[in-house]
């Protein structure tokens, strides 16, 4: 936390270092209150889920909150600029273990990134909602369940941004990757519209069921939160085992 104090302090002190802060601050004012709106929409979901406690009223909000949190999480801090993200070749330099080093950096890139927290207030919500739904003691796993999985996002944006920076330092290479993804996106959505058969269905299905791995902190978080709405916290357990697992691994 000292650590990125100090650079943030020293960017400040330079040049456009005043319209930044104040750039920052009004993002935090339009943040927060449309944290708190769909907050409120996320809790009123996990409500009904805790209330249900199996079935579609738990799997569609549950899967929803995870993976659309996953999701735009990703895609908004991979659009930002490469000097937000953390610089593990810089940090290195400091007499410090690299794995503390990450530990930190990942932490206070969430504390201090508005949009990180925009993702935490949504969490916030959806654990309300459960709380308010069901009152108990599976609240605690659930709990534990929220913070790994803000964690294990936090991790995996941060190994995503420097595997990117390092394989995307070309032009040329940057758009040959983008425009294979935008081709792969036009042929998914060719094949899912063409898919009229059910043999067709089934096969985008397990596809799609493979897919949702490579998204292992929602995947991960959407299979230990099921049992736990159900009221199985055994069940749960190894699943967030698995996620502590691969956010220590990603760390």
């Known amino acids: 936390m000292e650590l990125r104090l100090r650079l943030g302090l020293r960017r400040l002190r330079g040049r456009g ?39 579609l009223r738990v799997d569609v909000p549950v899967g929803a909150m995870f993976f659309g949190i996953w999701q735009a999480w990703t895609a908004v ?7 937000e993200g953390v610089d593990l070749e810089r940090f290195l330099l400091y ?8 530990t930190y950096g990942v932490i206070s890139s969430v504390i201090g990134d508005p949009f990180a927290l925009f993702w935490c207030v949504l969490l916030g919500g959806g654990f309300a ?15 534990a369940l929220f913070l790994l999985f803000a964690a294990a996002t936090a991790s995996f944006v941060v190994v995503i941004q420097e595997a ?27 094949a899912l519209a063409g898919g009229r058969r059910s ?6 299905q397990a596809v799609g069921a493979w897919l949702q791995w490579l998204a292992w ?5 959407t299979r230990a939160a099921r049992p736990l709405f159900s009221g199985s916290v055994a ?13 220590a691994t990603a760390g």
């Open 129 to 143: 909602g459960a709380a308010a739904g069901r009152f108990g003691p599976w609240l605690v796993p659930l709990a």
């Open 17 to 55: 270092g005043v319209p930044e802060l104040v750039a920052r601050v009004l993002t935090y004012a339009v943040l927060l209150p449309a944290g708190l709106l769909f907050a409120g929409l996320l809790a009123s979901g996990t409500y009904h889920a805790a209330r249900a406690g199996r079935g």
């Open 217 to 221: 902190p929602a995947a991960l978080a």
């Open 164 to 190: 990117t920076g390092r394989l995307l330092r070309g032009k040329r290479t940057r758009e040959v990757v983008i425009a294979v993804l935008y081709v792969g996106l036009a042929a998914g959505g060719v």
């Open 199 to 204: 043999l067709d269905l089934h096969r985008l």
């Open 77 to 83: 801090a991979m659009s930002l600029q490469e000097r």
């Open 235 to 247: 069940a749960a357990l190894p699943w967030l085992a698995g996620l502590l697992a691969a956010t």
């Open 95 to 102: 007499p410090l273990p690299a794995r503390r080093l990450f």
